[in-house]
């Protein structure tokens, strides 16, 4: 297959997966606009407890991830018994995730009084935290089949239900947090439930898909904890928990640094937020590709046809970079424009508009890191990945940031300096051990057929 093939067939693929991940984001973006509504103590608290949430939660998605490279070698090999399995054991593994997320949300929720709040948001930031924590199980069941999907390179089923359950969520947001037909307003709590609501019928309209799927019905998707493996289940944590903290330690790092952002002050931070904002949108468009980087990468390792898995990686890696260079031009060219979006404020505009010069040239490497991940979980390589996420952002990126931002006093910028170091020192890692790995397995192979 020609690179021209691959670079199309990576296209199809990540459109549906893309739009799925910005359907979840939404979500929160919706009940945020919505709680603004009723009053600056709920939107803050709102904005508290989802960071808090994402923190945790974003372990989970990593975990869940460990399905789709997996379902996609299987496909290729053509071992179709082995997906039941796969799909079985990986959701027990998913199922014990939430339920450990769950009681440590739990436990989080009583630590709020003592993160120096307000007190009126401290209140409602517990109440509404211990409400969406109940929206793991679910979120986590529909991971696991959205994942089993994608690893099929069957992505459309799943962007139809975030799509779905974007309008859902903003209805009943409507009947909860203002009371409507009759429910007294719940405010804040009302966005809770209606999360929690949404996504447990998200989970269950994806199970009945798949259990009805006949396209899938080879694979025994269907509930049989018969098939439960512990062979299968270690190899699913082997990928699984990497990946998991390969996402922790990326959101960890872009946290702490909104918290380093926060020791220079209000409006330093507003910007933070304001490019931050904008540039997690970027990041997830190229969280797509980098699934369906993953998709077929795997399909080919599972055919033996190492030739297109280095195709395959690298044009997800073209795509990724031709995209994100597209984005990076936006932010450059509007990057004055684009704060009047979300505020009127001249200073916060001002360095916004910095900001947004930094986001753009870092584009390119948030991009190619994104992608040099995924293309290696396809391999199933992420342990060494793991290491190198760990020392792109909290051995050089933290840092740097700490010595321009501050010690050079260069200020918020600096501190974005300091994210764009490491996040081009991961991509650059990445990359060459994509290379590294490929040559590895083509070499093999070659050895192979002259013995």
């Known amino acids: 297959m020609d690179f021209k093939k691959h670079l199309k067939q990576t296209i199809i693929l990540s459109l549906p997966i893309a739009i799925g991940q910005l ?46 490279p997996l379902i996609a070698i299987a496909v290729g090999a053509k071992t179709n018994n082995e997906g039941g399995s796969l799909i079985n054991n990986s959701l027990i593994v998913n199922l014990v995730t939430a339920v450990v997320i769950v009681a440590v949300l739990w436990g989080v929720s009583f630590l709020i009084p003592y993160m120096s709040q307000p007190e009126d948001v401290v209140g409602l930031a517990i109440s509404y935290l211990r409400i969406i924590t109940l929206s793991v199980v679910p979120f986590l069941i529909f991971q696991t089949y959205r994942q089993f999907l994608e690893g099929l390179s069957i992505p459309n089923p799943p962007m139809y239900i975030a799509i779905g359950a974007n309008f859902f969520n903003a209805f009943i947001n409507w009947i909860f947090i203002f009371g409507k037909f009759g429910i007294e307003p719940m405010g804040l709590d009302g966005a809770g439930y209606a999360t929690t609501i949404t996504r447990t019928l998200m989970a269950l309209s994806l199970m009945f898909f798949v259990f009805k799927y006949q396209r899938v019905a080879k694979y025994s998707p269907g509930l049989n904890f018969r098939l439960f493996d512990l062979k299968i289940i270690k190899k699913i944590i082997s990928i699984g928990i990497p990946t998991g903290f390969q996402y922790l330690f990326e959101v960890a790092a872009f946290s702490f640094s909104a918290i380093m952002i926060g020791w220079l002050g209000k409006i330093p931070l507003a910007a ?17 590709i980098s699934s369906a980087g993953t998709i077929r990468v795997g399909n080919f390792l599972g ?44 200073e916060v505009i001002l360095l916004a508009a910095n900001l947004f010069i930094i986001a753009g040239f870092f584009q390119l490497s948030d991009g190619t890191q994104a992608t040099g991940l995924g293309i290696l979980r396809g391999l199933t390589d992420v342990k060494v990945p793991l290491y190198l996420s760990f020392a792109a952002y ?13 010690y050079l006093d260069m200020g918020t910028v600096g ?3 300091g994210l764009s170091i490491g996040l081009t020192i991961l991509a650059l890692l990445l990359v060459i051990r994509f290379k590294t790995k490929t040559d590895q397995l083509l070499f093999s192979k070659n050895l192979g057929s002259i013995s």
């Open 272 to 288: 933070h937020q304001v490019a931050i904002s904008l540039a997690s949108l970027t990041y997830m468009v190229t969280l797509g």
């Open 394 to 406: 909290w051995l050089f990126g933290i840092p740097a940031g700490l010595f321009f931002g501050f």
């Open 415 to 417: 501190i974005w300096i």
């Open 23 to 68: 359907g979840h984001v939404m979500l929160g973006v919706v009940d945020s606009l919505m709680v603004g509504k009723i009053g600056s103590a709920s939107l803050a608290a709102a904005s508290l407890v989802n960071s808090l949430f994402f923190l945790v939660l974003v372990f989970g998605i990593g975990v869940s991830y460990a399905l789709t």
């Open 303 to 346: 055919e033996g046809k190492i030739d297109d898995v280095k195709k395959a990686g690298y044009s997800a890696l073209a795509l990724s970079i031709s995209l994100m260079s597209v984005f990076a031009v936006i932010f450059i060219l509007f990057r004055n424009y684009l704060p009047l979006i979300f505020i009127n404020e001249k």
